[in-house]
């Protein structure tokens, strides 16, 4: 049974990050001429990276609550529940965008060809660790890392309990700082992205995973005594802002990613407990919100009509930019609105019953074991 929780600017925030990959996206320019066009691309393509990076935070903040909220409303967690609902959140949008592409391609309406194998990686989420692909699966690679998540996390969770699970995600984050810099020094050059697999970025979901259950426990008041305190947020801000600049500087991505992984959990915590700043505000005004709800299905189109890359100049960039970004929002509202909501409550009412029958199920058995003691 999900539990029905609200967690205040969580879609804001998936608006933000959205909005991230698409600038990146529309702007990261192929081939510029010049050292300010070059920056330009530079910086768009880092920026996309922060959006996908926040977003991990989100799943993993998410996740983890309501998988605690259901543990403590109904005492158990139910996984089979829990992959039914996501099940019908991921796949059915996904599927339908994999299923346009080769009629777009058929078409002759896309910019490059696609690649043998390319769609069977994007519909099993192995595209992290599939060399050859177009830009038009290319950002399957995050829905990729996201469903190992799914995997791995909420069953942990299910199986440790609350102490055990926390422990466990603290020695994957561990082992994910040592794995990362050796990885990054001793296996390059791999056929594709090295912060793009799995195994180099667990820790973004997982700090996030492991402040969620430290936040359902003893720990959690001083923890928020921290989080809202000013000297945090002003902390945090220049620590991230340094990051970044180290990165733009051309020193250490590996260190930003840990960053970002870190902090950005802590930020969003600390936002959430904020309602009087004028970012929380901002971040629950229904604009925002509403990008974020439909965000999923903008990260999917956006893949076919930003594409900066097709572009060397920035005034060319700029002005299909509006006009890519109004598309985008078309076919997400339309994905949104006639296929994505009607499953997710089909998902949602399915999950429910798949629970009763378990529950029922089980307390039958237990009827059964008594009676024959």
């Known amino acids: 049974m999900e539990p029905q929780v609200r967690i205040p600017t969580l879609d804001g925030w998936r608006g933000v990050a959205i909005a991230a990959v698409m600038v990146s996206h529309g702007f990261l320019l192929q081939g510029a001429a010049t050292r300010p066009l070059r920056a330009i691309s530079y910086f768009a393509g880092h920026l996309g990276g922060t959006g996908v990076a926040l977003f991990f935070a989100i799943s993993g903040y998410l996740i983890t609550t309501l998988l605690l909220v259901e543990r403590a409303q109904v005492g158990r967690i139910s996984l089979l529940g829990f992959y039914v609902r996501r099940g019908f959140r991921i796949l059915p949008p996904a599927y339908l965008f994999l299923m346009v592409l080769p009629m777009l391609a058929g078409a002759g309406w896309l910019a490059e060809a696609l690649r043998p194998g390319e769609l069977a990686s994007a519909a099993f ?153 004028r970012l929380f505000r901002i971040l629950e005004s229904a604009p925002l919100r509403w990008t974020g709800r439909i965000s999923y299905g903008l990260y999917l189109w956006q893949q076919i009509f930003l594409v900066g890359r097709s572009f060397t100049a920035l005034p060319t960039a700029a002005a299909i930019f509006l006009p890519s970004v109004a598309l985008t929002f078309g076919a997400a509202s339309l994905s949104y609105y006639l296929l994505e909501r009607p499953l997710l409550t089909y998902g949602r009412t399915l999950s429910n019953r798949v629970w009763m029958v378990s529950r029922d199920t089980r307390l039958k058995l237990e009827a059964s074991s008594i009676m024959e003691q």
């Not at 996201?146 to 466990?168: C, D, K, S």
């Not at 990885?183 to 402040?211: G, I, K, W």
């Not at 430290?214 to 002003?234: C, D, E, G, I, Q």
Request: hydrophobic share 55%.
């Open 125 to 277: 989420f192995y595209n992290n660790y599939w060399a050859d692909r177009s830009w038009y699966t290319a950002h399957f690679w995050s829905l990729s890392m996201e469903e190992h998540f799914y995997l791995l996390w909420p069953a942990l969770l299910a199986i440790l309990g609350n102490r055990r699970a926390l422990l466990t995600a603290g020695s994957l984050v561990i082992a994910t700082l040592l794995w990362r810099p050796w990885s990054l020094l001793h296996m390059n050059p791999l056929p594709y992205p090295a912060l793009q697999r799995t195994d180099m970025r667990l820790d973004a979901f997982l700090f996030a995973c492991a402040l969620a259950i430290l936040l359902h426990s003893r720990y959690r008041v001083p923890l928020l005594k921290v989080f809202t305190a000013p000297w945090f947020r002003v902390l945090s801000a220049v620590v991230l802002v340094a990051a970044w600049t180290w990165t733009l500087a051309g020193s250490a991505p590996a260190t930003r990613t840990l960053v970002e992984s870190a902090l950005l959990p802590c930020v969003l915590v600390s936002v959430m407990h904020w309602p009087g700043s």
